[in-house]
């Protein structure tokens, strides 16, 4: 079984990203053949500074390593890499109706909040078809937000093999992380790169704390029962277990309990459960030239398993 997924570099990755990606590919290694890609085509919709594309391409990949993927069992590459994905989004993109792109969520929420859109975000669900089709994936690990990708995916997959009457594409299985709860900023909201509400897990402890500390709460005295709906509650949770979480919030009910208090043991959740990924980056870091070794070796390894699949989707559609 091959599993593929991908992460965009568009901005420093946080918990959020961890447990809704990060965390999920690593242990999807053990399922099968995995490929997982540093998604620098698709930032350039939102990133437009080549030097700090090249900086988050990096700090991704470093993540990513950190984090648990194993070069050896796993292939490692940033898409950009992979330039045959870009002919396959054209070969796509031809079978692929306006009216299926003009649907897409992540779409249509831009234009409701009036920021600007270019082709590249227009078509951003065609070279993500690409992505996953290239190598005839089986099963792609998403969270929610990517559900509908994945939908447009199979649709143009099926669309291309049924216009040339062919079966070039495989249709990939979407595994769309259900129980991973969305993970709150520090103000409340989704955290989110775009938000600036992050806690990134590599922080330095001092910049760590100091973000902790200033998640926001309502104004309720300590002696008062507190609402555990709140983002500090829920992402002390991500943290600990059901039966301390019982206790944790029982004991926030009851009142007495300060948010200061809840806030120290939050950060010392975090700092204790990335420590040996902390120290992995670190000695990481110390071997760039070894990263980019890693992902050139990555996407060989991408393109010789893409390589038969364009070459049959351009004899289909009788290119070349
Ligand atoms: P961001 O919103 O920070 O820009 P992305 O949209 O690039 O993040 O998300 C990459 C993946 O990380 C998403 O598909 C999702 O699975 C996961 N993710 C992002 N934010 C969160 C969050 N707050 N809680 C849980 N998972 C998240
Ligand atoms: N769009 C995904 C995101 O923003 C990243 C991505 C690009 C991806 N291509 C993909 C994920 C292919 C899975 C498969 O999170």
Redesign the pocket.
Not at 180 to 185: F, H, N, R, S, T
Not at 190 to 194: D, Q
């Given at each position: 079984m091959r599993v593929l997924s991908g992460?965009?570099p568009?901005?420093e990755l946080?918990i959020?990203?961890y447990?809704?990606?990060l965390r999920q590919h690593v242990e999807f290694q053990d399922r099968g053949e995995g490929l997982y890609f540093i998604a620098d085509y698709h930032s350039m919709t939102s990133v437009r500074d080549g030097a700090e594309r090249r900086r988050l391409v990096r700090d991704v990949a470093l993540d990513y390593l950190a984090c648990g993927i194993d070069p050896e069992r796993s292939i490692l590459y940033r898409q950009s890499d992979v330039p045959e994905v870009c002919e396959l989004q054209w070969i796509l993109g031809s079978v692929t109706p306006m009216g299926l792109l003009e649907r897409s969520v992540s779409y249509k929420d831009k234009i409701a909040n009036g920021i600007p859109v270019d082709h590249g975000l227009f078509a951003y669900p065609v070279l993500m078809a690409a992505d996953i089709l290239l190598y005839n994936s089986d099963l792609v690990p998403?969270?929610?937000?990517?559900k509908q990708h994945l939908e447009m995916t199979r649709d143009i997959a099926a669309r291309f093999n049924h216009a040339y009457a062919t079966e070039v594409f495989r249709l990939p299985e979407p595994h769309i992380?259900e129980d991973?709860?969305?993970?709150?900023?520090v103000d409340g909201r989704?955290?989110?790169?775009?938000y600036d509400n992050?806690l990134r897990m590599f922080w330095p402890e001092k910049k760590l704390k100091k973000a902790v500390m200033a998640i926001v709460t309502d104004s309720t005295p300590v002696e008062d029962p507190k609402d555990t709906s709140q983002a500090v509650f829920q992402l002390w949770s991500v943290f600990a277990s059901a039966d301390e979480r019982e206790e944790m919030f029982g004991r926030a009910k009851a009142g007495g309990l300060g948010y200061g208090d809840v806030k120290k043991d939050l950060l010392a959740r975090i700092l204790d459960h990335f420590a040996p990924m902390r120290a992995r980056r670190e000695e990481l870091e110390k071997r760039p030239d070894d990263i980019e070794v890693i992902l050139e070796g990555g996407a060989r390894r991408a393109r010789a398993i893409g390589a038969p699949v364009l070459a049959a989707a351009r004899d289909a559609a009788g290119l070349g």
């Open positions: 992460i965009q568009s901005g946080h959020g990203n447990l809704g990606a998403v969270g929610q937000d990517q992380l991973v709860a969305v993970v709150p900023g989704k955290m989110s790169k775009s992050t």
